[in-house]
């Protein structure tokens, strides 16, 4: 037998950027086509009312950054030529009054993609941002003859299915609080339900980022009563409410190295090297996928396998184990073997007292 790795490991792709590839198109289909072309419109309005404008005005008046403004005011001189100039006297303005911003026009696939865009977000995200989607898409179809974008929907109603399992209950206005908070850099205070202890809990939240994993809408951030960087469920956020203190995030923070040493979605815990293995009935299973970053796969002569990795906590590595049954064997660490053995020791003794 030799080790090695399987050949998977060696692609560019992270496991984090395949778990969080379905919240970048959401945020893909949000922020580039629906917020940039609605910021850009504002921002030709505040240029036409002949105030005096400077960037730091600008960025108060549309609530974004400085660098944000000064990222759009290039991207009107460089993509349309917009006649922007800048004086003492002035601030930003228009040299030229007559000029004006041309229509921004999407190709039919394009269109294509931001309709499976809003396919994604009912899927994953309920209906937090399906409606707003729904109408910009709506009036960009606007562009596109009657019977075009009639043959596009159909495509996407017809060839393009999204299931994800058991759907999703998620409050629009709770998802919306996080996202500003988020970006505001802004506390807020949640009443939260733990399934674990079937208790609700008031906490104190810095939300650093929220995510999608394995179809499930995260918050994470440092949670005041744990003093720890934790992951929330949105969903089990039963009321929140902004704070006034505002927060910077923990500079030993660091997302990528975080997210990739979780195992699905449990990050607590030190990291441990975890062996199992897997008969030759489920081994194909197990080679298809990268499991995470840190996977080896030794392949054996009667087709089975043995996977290593290094992960924190060892709840979800049970679970995933378990749904597998027979054909996946745990050999270290000996707490994950012993969780496993109980667990399939109180099943047994539960089903044969049916």
């Not at 050999?331 to 007292?353: F, G, H, I, N, T």
Request: charged fraction near 25%; glycine fraction near 4%; charge should be neutral.
């Amino acid at each position: 037998m030799s080790l090695r790795k399987h050949p998977n490991s060696f692609k560019s792709e992270t496991f984090l950027q395949a778990t969080l590839l379905k919240m970048w198109l959401i945020e893909f289909c949000i922020n580039i086509v629906s917020r940039h072309l609605e910021r850009l419109l504002q921002l030709d309005m505040l240029l036409r009312t002949g105030q005096r404008y400077t960037a730091d005005r600008l960025a108060e008046s549309l609530e974004i950054s400085e660098r944000t403004v000064r990222s759009d005011l290039s991207f009107l001189r460089d993509r349309y030529h917009a006649p922007i100039q800048y004086s003492r006297t002035k601030g930003f303005h228009y040299t030229d009054p007559d000029w004006r911003l041309p229509s921004i026009s999407l190709s039919q696939g394009e269109l294509f993609a931001l309709t499976l865009g809003a396919r994604i977000l009912q899927a994953y995200a309920g209906s937090v941002y399906q409606s707003q989607l729904q109408t910009a898409i709506s009036r960009l179809a606007e562009r596109l003859p009657e019977q075009t974008w009639v043959d596009l929907q159909q495509l996407a109603d017809q060839n393009v299915v999204f299931r994800v399992g058991a759907e999703l209950d998620l409050d629009p206005e709770i998802w919306q609080i996080l996202e500003q908070a988020c970006q505001r850099k802004q506390r807020v205070w949640m009443r939260y339900y733990s399934p674990t202890s079937n208790e609700v809990s008031e906490r104190e939240l810095d939300p650093y980022v929220l995510h999608f994993s394995r179809n499930n809408p995260y918050v994470t951030g440092f949670c005041h009563l744990r003093q720890e960087v934790r992951w929330f469920r949105v969903d089990r956020i039963q009321q929140i409410e902004p704070r006034s203190e505002s927060f910077e995030v923990d500079p030993t923070f660091d997302r990528e190295s975080h997210f990739a040493g979780a195992f699905q979605h449990e990050v607590g815990g030190v990291p441990r090297p975890i062996t199992i293995w897997f008969d030759a009935r489920t081994a194909p299973y197990i080679r298809e996928r990268r499991w995470h970053p840190t996977q080896q796969i030794e392949e054996h002569s009667d087709g089975s396998l043995t996977l290593r990795l290094v992960v924190r906590g060892l709840n979800e590595v049970k679970r995933w184990v378990l749904f597998y049954g027979k054909g996946a064997i745990v050999k270290q660490p000996v707490e994950l073997v012993e969780l496993v053995r109980d667990e399939a020791e109180v099943m047994s003794k539960q089903y044969k007292s049916q």
